[in-house]
């Protein structure tokens, strides 16, 4: 093909780039926070804490070039529908990074106590949610509709780990009121990796926006 | 009554052997703005010049189908070609006002339309004039020469020159691609005043204007219509792949 915008589309593909790098810290991030959990590893919170000014910056910058982008190329259809995508994503994956960020303030309020209860589901879940996250940017990147619609309806499998996860806990406050405090942050976690998932639906219903022109599906 | 101010059915054209149009086949809505894009050679123009028969001039070329005008077919044998002409005005990519006063430009037509009464000529005149955006700029100098305008005030002249005749129809080829940026926000803007009075064709290599001032694009390729649909439409999400290929410059 003949592409008489050959510079323009390459800018575009260095955007997308530049927001799969910022999906891979964020991931790692999710990641890191859970970890810094189950091995209460303050330092990693911190990590994580700290990665988030990175997150940010990401954001700031993919925002500037996609307005840039805009103003000084008037993109239309595809290209048009692509750039504002990825300003949207990055406004997602920026609150992730968040939602990350916020998981590692409550480890390091948890500290080195001992968990109130086995926190298996919650490194389950957050595989899950992990996962869904690389699946909706892979749906992005290949344009895959079917994989986005498939991602986007499988937000229910996270609700049901968060809904037993505030269920168990809501048991064990109730028979000891000295573990409501922690409770009550892990409750805080698991509530942050499903919003973490929230955005992830988010990501597959821009692109199916991307893809298709529609923002209804 | 449909609200077609004009309506293209399967319409074909040659010259001589060559057929430059296929089975085009577009509903031109009153009122409103239609734009037409497409590369160099791809018949844009030469299917704006079906619409007032303008083609006619040009030796050797055919027509197949048909443009009804109010219903009425503008190639039917007893059409009156003059008096279609007066109902469908063109303005052309260079301004070409004649070397007259602004007065007599825009009085031109209606004067060999048999019009002599000196006020109701004048009434015209500025009238037009207003109606091009033009009369503030040019009201105490009415009898000099139009030569003396800017390229802007010169195009909007052409346009008085056109509405003058009160035309129901204005076709414009590439109306402000001779002008600077400022002139041709003025013709953009004066295109979103007209089509509250008239129905609009405009053909524009500038596809940010196609998307600025029209309500309908249909975009051409090789003779063929290969899409039509609203403006927003075909700039936000086109149906078919080869309109995105051309809008979004992957089409050499």
């Keep these: 093909m003949n592409d008489s915008r050959k510079n323009f589309h390459l800018e575009i593909n260095e955007l997308e780039n530049e ?20 091995d209460k590893d303050i330092a990693l919170a911190n990590q994580v804490i700290a990665d988030d000014d990175i997150i940010d910056d990401y954001e700031l910058s993919l925002e500037e070039k996609c307005t840039k982008l805009i103003a000084l190329q008037q993109p239309v259809a595809i290209d048009l529908r692509k750039i504002i995508v990825i300003s949207k994503l990055a406004t997602d994956l920026e609150r992730i990074g968040d939602n990350a960020s916020n998981i590692a303030y409550k480890v390091k309020k948890i500290d080195q106590e001992k968990l109130i209860k086995e926190m298996n589901s919650l490194p389950k879940m957050t595989d899950l949610v992990v996962n869904r996250l690389r699946e909706s940017l892979e749906a992005f990147v290949d344009m895959d509709l079917k994989k986005a619609k498939k991602v986007a309806k ?20 109730k028979t000891d009121c000295d573990k409501i405090e922690q409770g009550v942050s892990l409750m805080f976690i698991s509530r942050f990796l499903e919003r973490i998932a929230d955005h992830s639906t988010n990501i597959c219903e821009r692109t199916i926006y991307m893809k298709t022109g529609k923002m209804k599906y | ?14 010259y001589d052997d060559f057929q ?90 209606p004067r060999i339309h048999g019009l002599k009464d000196k006020g ?29 305008l800017s390229g802007g005030q010169q195009q909007r002249l052409c346009i008085a020159r056109a509405l003058a005749v009160r035309p129901e129809v204005l076709l414009m080829d590439e109306p402000a691609s001779a002008l600077d940026p400022v002139a041709t926000a003025k013709i953009e803007d004066l295109i979103a005043e007209l089509k509250k009075d008239y129905t609009i064709v405009i053909v524009t290599h500038s596809m940010q204007q196609a998307a600025r001032v029209s309500d309908n694009t249909g975009f051409f390729l090789m003779g063929d219509l290969v899409e039509f649909d609203k403006t927003d439409k075909i700039f936000e999400n086109p149906t078919d792949q080869r309109t995105e290929d051309y809008i979004t410059g992957r089409f050499g």
């Design chain 1, 19 to 38: 927001m799969l790098k910022m999906g891979s810290i964020v991931g790692e991030s999710i990641r890191n926070s859970i970890k810094a959990l189950v």
């Design chain 1, 154 to 173: 499988s937000d229910e499998d996270v609700d049901v780990f968060d809904e037993q996860i505030v269920a168990e806990l809501l048991t064990i406050m």
């Design chain 2, 120 to 148: 109701k000529l004048a009434e015209i005149v500025e009238k037009s004039l207003q109606g091009a955006a033009l009369f503030s700029e040019v009201k105490d100098r009415l009898d000099d020469s139009a030569l003396g």
């Design chain 2, 1 to 14: 009554m449909s609200d077609n101010k004009m309506e293209v059915k399967n319409l074909d054209f040659y």
């Design chain 2, 20 to 109: 430059a149009l296929n089975k085009i086949n577009i509903p031109l809505k009153s009122n409103k703005v239609t734009a037409l894009i497409g590369p160099s050679g791809c018949g844009k123009s030469t299917f704006l010049r079906t619409l007032n028969r303008m083609n006619d001039l040009i030796e050797g070329t055919r027509v197949e189908g048909e443009i009804l005008f109010d219903e009425k077919n503008i190639y039917d044998p007893d059409v009156d070609v003059v008096a279609l002409r007066k109902r469908v005005g063109m303005v052309f990519q260079q301004p070409n006002p004649f070397p007259k006063s602004i007065f007599d430009n825009v009085a031109y037509g």
